[in-house]
Nanobody
């Protein structure tokens, strides 16, 4: 199966932007739907965004619609999450996930190690 490594997290002020990357290796990247989830301290891991294998359709949690954009580059085996207008409620560890379809993200068990995003007020 594919292996995932996230990067791009960090500390940013309210209103700032970050772009997360998820580099994939192993099996054919374009066979997989990709997604981003996040987990704040003491909370469950929540869905953030997802993109189908071709990049032709995307899905977002209501809390990030209009602020975050998910994309992918199948030629370079990488998925991205552009995060704009960040606020302290976005502070969490962000995880990249892969699955045979958007609906199976998370349950497929294919996760990256996570990258910390901290938004200061």
């Amino acid at each position: 199966q594919v292996q995932l490594v996230e990067s791009g997290g960090g500390l940013v002020q309210t209103g700032g932007s970050l772009r997360l990357s998820c580099a994939a290796s192993g099996r054919t990247f374009s066979n997989y739907a990709m997604g981003w989830f996040r987990q704040a301290p003491g909370k469950e891991r929540d869905f953030v965004a997802a993109i189908i294998w071709s990049g032709g359709r995307t899905y977002y949690a209501d809390s990030v619609k209009g602020r975050f954009t998910i994309s992918r580059d199948n030629a370079n085996n990488t998925a991205y999450l552009q995060m704009n207008s960040l606020n302290p409620e976005d502070t969490a560890v962000y995880f990249c996930a892969a699955g045979p379809s958007v609906g199976l993200l998370g349950s497929s068990g294919i996760w990256g190690q996570g990258t910390q995003v901290t938004v200061s007020s």
